[in-house]
């Protein structure tokens, strides 16, 4: 089964405008952490934010934030205030802190600014 | 403070040829961690490292093997390359041993191996 699902293969938003990117996750272990990043076309993976199962409150990083809704298994990665540089592949991933502890990645969706 | 660095940035070789990869983390980060990227299997993990010990392995055959420098700096090998080994390399690193709090791992450019 899929840990991590991005339903969302690409976006498109407007300058200055908000985009919503969708992550839901599947775990059994209580203690996990989730992470977004960006991957421009250059390649290098660009860490933006990280959530902890334990957080009480959503993460947020200037101008991303994470809406951590952990009953429903989702944390969405927020952009405020788009910017052309935004344009990139942005995956989810999950660490589980219990036995697999590596980061399983979603498959990504590509945000066209 | 500089970032994670891979070595050789591109590299293209035959089937059969084997290729070694290089792996510098940040300065103070213990913890290696190796992905391979393709188009159709997408982000997989590879194997992690931290003190030298390979810590997790991820579902690849035994052509794929790594290991960890006293440095940190770390290395992965692919013997016997196939077609299907053309993929971007990614290593990562981080602080902390992950299981050990928060854990964000950084991402050095990758290395972009084509196998004719």
């Known amino acids: 089964a899929q840990k991590i699902t991005q339903t969302q293969p690409g976006m498109f938003v407007q300058e200055k405008e908000a985009v919503t990117l969708d992550c839901t996750y599947d775990t059994s272990d209580p203690s996990y952490g989730l992470f977004w990043y960006k991957q421009p076309s250059s390649g290098e993976m660009i860490f933006l934010i990280y959530?902890?199962?334990?957080?009480?409150q959503n993460a947020t990083e200037g101008r991303y934030s994470l809406n951590f809704q952990k009953a429903r298994k989702s944390a969405n990665l927020v952009i405020s205030a788009s910017q052309l540089g935004d344009s990139a592949m942005y995956f989810c991933?999950?660490?589980?802190?219990?036995?697999?502890?590596?980061?399983?990645f979603g498959s990504g969706t590509q945000l066209t600014v | 403070k500089a970032g994670v660095t891979q070595t050789p940035r591109y590299l293209i070789k035959t089937r059969g040829q084997q290729v070694t990869l290089s792996c510098s983390p940040i300065?103070?980060?213990?913890?290696v961690s190796w992905y391979q990227q393709t188009p159709g299997q997408g982000l997989q993990f590879l194997f992690e490292y931290f003190s030298e010990t390979q810590r997790n392995k991820g579902n690849f055959p035994g052509r794929f093997s790594g290991r960890q420098f006293s440095n940190s700096r770390s290395e992965m090998n692919v013997s016997t390359l196939e077609l299907g080994d053309s993929a971007l390399y990614l290593c990562a690193s981080s602080f902390k041993l992950p299981g050990q709090g928060t854990s964000e791992q950084y991402f050095g450019p990758g290395t972009r191996l084509t196998v004719t």
């Open positions: 959530q902890g199962s334990y957080d009480q």
């Open positions: 991933a999950m660490r589980e802190e219990g036995s697999a502890r590596q980061l399983t």
């Open positions: 300065s103070g980060h213990r913890s």
